[in-house]
């Protein structure tokens, strides 16, 4: 699920994801994850619409625009929405979208690492959606995490499971369990 405020990308970002080539990347297999990605598309103007679909995400992408220092300060409300209606175990990244504007920055990287550390929040990405820069990470990381829930549940070892998911490019800013 992708929420945030208004203009932070979120359309974009996901038809980056449906639509683009990614040249020279490889494409991993994430049998047993089934994609189903919602876009709030506008509906933030009716939260209590959003947090409907709350209950049923397995993860959550909690977009800002970096360029936009209020769309920043909108994240702990969104995350205060997503503790109080999804569940006790959803997957949150929290991105940061519009990377390629760089000379516009309004919030650092640093900013947003700290702010995900203080949420308890288990990953931070810069993204671009005009780009594709990180796009596709997202799904990879979010599909490693949701086999290693399913395997876990399955075998009791989520060390194991996420292990053997691993590609060798592990982004600094996530922790996995």
């Given at each position: 699920?992708?929420?945030?405020?208004?203009?932070?990308?979120?359309?974009?970002?996901?038809?980056?994801?449906?639509?683009?080539?990614?040249?020279?990347?490889?494409?991993?297999?994430?049998?047993?994850?089934?994609?189903?990605?919602?876009?709030?598309?506008?509906?933030?103007?009716?939260?209590?619409?959003?947090?409907?679909?709350?209950?049923?995400?397995?993860?959550?992408?909690?977009?800002?625009?970096?360029?936009?220092?209020?769309?920043?300060?909108?994240?702990?409300?969104?995350l205060t929405d997503i503790?109080?209606y999804g569940s006790e175990?959803?997957?949150?990244?929290?991105?940061?979208?519009?990377?390629?504007?760089?000379?516009?920055?309004?919030?650092?990287?640093?900013?947003?690492?700290?702010?995900?550390?203080?949420?308890?929040?288990?990953?931070?990405?810069?993204?671009?959606?005009?780009?594709?820069?990180?796009?596709?990470?997202?799904?990879?990381?979010?599909?490693?995490?949701?086999?290693?829930?399913?395997?876990?549940?399955?075998?009791?070892?989520?060390a194991q499971a996420d292990?053997?998911?691993?590609?060798?490019?592990?982004?600094?800013?996530?922790?996995?369990?």
């Amino acid at each position: 699920m992708l929420v945030g405020d208004s203009g932070t990308g979120k359309t974009s970002f996901m038809h980056q994801f449906k639509d683009a080539k990614f040249p020279g990347s490889t494409f991993i297999s994430t049998v047993g994850v089934d994609y189903r990605v919602w876009d709030t598309a506008g509906t933030e103007r009716y939260r209590s619409i959003t947090s409907a679909y709350y209950r049923d995400a397995d993860s959550i992408l909690l977009f800002y625009d970096l360029t936009s220092r209020q769309t920043f300060s909108s994240v702990r409300s969104w995350l205060t929405d997503i503790r109080e209606y999804g569940s006790e175990d959803v997957f949150i990244i929290l991105v940061a979208n519009k990377a390629d504007l760089d000379s516009e920055r309004q919030v650092s990287a640093h900013e947003g690492q700290r702010l995900a550390q203080e949420c308890d929040i288990m990953c931070f990405m810069e993204t671009s959606a005009r780009t594709g820069h990180n796009v596709d990470l997202c799904f990879q990381t979010i599909g490693r995490k949701l086999l290693a829930k399913q395997n876990f549940q399955t075998s009791g070892s989520i060390a194991q499971a996420d292990s053997r998911h691993q590609s060798g490019h592990r982004p600094a800013s996530c922790s996995y369990c």
